[in-house]
């Protein structure tokens, strides 16, 4: 359980099907024990972005390869320490929590007010992610 499907499995793209639950139900039928399992299988597809700039990127799925760079946190310059620093974000000069995009850099990405565009497009993060392997058998 928890897992992500490494290959194609009934036609999902791997890493897009993740294995939820598996109960087990014993009944006893004519005279014999029967165990039947139900497998909850979640989906959630990979998805072509368009950013603005034109720039198309796959992202999405259980083990998604790119994560949308936003925190609630970004680097700031001190300019009393004349220094870089992570801050809080604050929101109308309110420190909220909520997150902001960030870009490659973890500096908060500037949104014009008037038309709510962003001043560059959005960050995504690459990420490797390594499968460990696990086999058994029933007896």
Same mark, same amino acid.
């Given at each position: 359980?928890?897992?992500?499907?490494?290959? !194609?499995?009934?036609?999902?793209?791997?890493? !897009?099907? #993740?294995? $939820? *639950?598996?109960?087990?139900?014993?009944?006893?039928?004519?005279? /014999? +024990? =029967?165990?039947? !399992? /139900? +497998?909850?299988?979640? +989906?959630?597809?990979?998805?072509?972005?368009?950013?603005?700039?034109? /720039?198309?990127? /796959?992202?999405?799925?259980?083990?998604?390869?790119?994560?949308? *760079?936003?925190?609630?946190?970004?680097?700031? =310059? $001190?300019?009393?320490?004349?220094? =870089?620093?992570?801050?809080? #974000?604050?929101?109308?000069? =309110? *420190?909220?929590?909520?997150?902001?995009?960030?870009?490659?850099?973890?500096?908060? #990405?500037?949104?014009?007010?008037?038309?709510?565009?962003?001043?560059? $497009?959005?960050?995504?993060?690459?990420? !490797?992610?390594?499968?460990?392997?696990?086999?058994?058998?029933?007896?």
């Amino acid at each position: 359980m928890g897992k992500s499907n490494a290959d !194609t499995f009934l036609d999902a793209d791997p890493g !897009t099907t #993740i294995v $939820d *639950n598996i109960p087990v139900q014993e009944e006893f039928i004519q005279g /014999t +024990y =029967w165990f039947g !399992t /139900t +497998y909850r299988l979640l +989906y959630k597809p990979r998805i072509q972005l368009k950013l603005p700039s034109g /720039t198309n990127i /796959t992202a999405g799925g259980f083990d998604p390869e790119k994560i949308l *760079n936003v925190g609630p946190r970004a680097k700031q =310059w $001190d300019a009393e320490k004349s220094k =870089w620093s992570v801050k809080a #974000i604050t929101h109308d000069g =309110w *420190n909220d929590g909520r997150p902001s995009f960030l870009d490659a850099d973890g500096k908060e #990405i500037a949104i014009d007010p008037d038309t709510g565009q962003l001043a560059q $497009d959005p960050v995504f993060l690459n990420m !490797t992610f390594h499968r460990a392997s696990i086999s058994g058998h029933w007896t």
